[in-house]
């Protein structure tokens, strides 16, 4: 069964510009997760998708967004990038909702804003 | 008092030995535990998730999870240099509809 994917891999943007991030869950897998990964921060959680709802939100500005798809695929997306959204961006997908689930990452995107 | 809490390291542990990684939780309700191994540059690899108080056990790897004293441990026997890397715990948190990780413990083993 093939894993999680993430595309692109790697991005540079330039301050003010937005970016939309893709991830294809495990096949039967209904919730995908995001999260932000900074060498200070460690992981800090973004959202939540189950069965193309939002079920929770981390205390991340406006800027953050994101939606799921029928197929279970989720994007991200992050408007009018700042210096600080540099990081890595990690998609998770679980068989049903995370709190009482394993969870497995797909490689993440390697944002940098320049 | 941090929700999810891991000594940052780093842990060195001679090659062969147990190493052993340790991680308290605030939420006594918590129920669902996971270790994640994060080699540098790659995402969080799921390597044990306990959900009863005990032991329990994998090839080289023990999670052991005590909820009365709210924490969780991993042991890894017969260390080897491939063990090397970050280990992240990440707990649910019931009440918030969460999992939240700890910031990792750095490992290395010394061949």
């Known amino acids: 069964k093939a894993g999680v994917t993430q595309t692109p891999r790697y991005l540079i943007k330039t301050r003010g510009q937005q970016v939309t991030l893709s991830c294809s869950p495990i096949s039967g897998h209904r919730s995908v997760s995001w999260y932000q990964q900074t060498p200070g921060q460690g992981l800090q959680f973004l959202f939540e998708?189950?069965?193309?709802?939002?079920?929770n939100k981390g205390n991340f500005p406006g800027r953050f967004s994101g939606r799921q798809f029928s197929n279970s695929r989720s994007e991200m997306n992050v408007s009018t990038l700042e210096l600080g959204d540099s990081a890595l961006y990690l998609c998770?997908?679980?068989?049903?909702?995370?709190?009482?689930?394993?969870?497995?990452f797909g490689p993440g995107t390697r944002l940098t804003v320049l | 008092q941090k929700e999810v809490e891991q000594n940052s390291g780093p842990l060195s542990v001679p090659e062969g030995a147990i190493a052993s990684l340790n991680c308290t939780y605030s939420?006594?309700?918590?129920?669902?535990f996971f270790w994640y191994r994060q080699y540098s540059g790659k995402s969080p690899e799921l390597i044990m998730s306990?959900?009863?108080?005990g032991d329990k056990e994998d090839g080289r790897f023990t999670a052991q999870l005590n909820k009365a004293s709210q924490y969780v441990s991993l042991l890894i026997r017969d260390s080897q240099p491939s063990d090397s890397a970050t280990y992240l715990c990440?707990?649910?948190?019931?009440?918030?509809?969460?999992?939240?990780f700890g910031k990792g413990t750095r490992l290395h083993i010394l061949p």
């Open positions: 306990i959900y009863s108080n």
């Open positions: 998708y189950f069965s193309e709802t939002q079920r």
């Open positions: 939420d006594r309700v918590s129920q669902s």
């Open positions: 998770a997908s679980s068989l049903a909702i995370p709190v009482y689930n394993e969870q497995f």
């Open positions: 990440a707990v649910n948190m019931p009440r918030d509809d969460k999992i939240i």
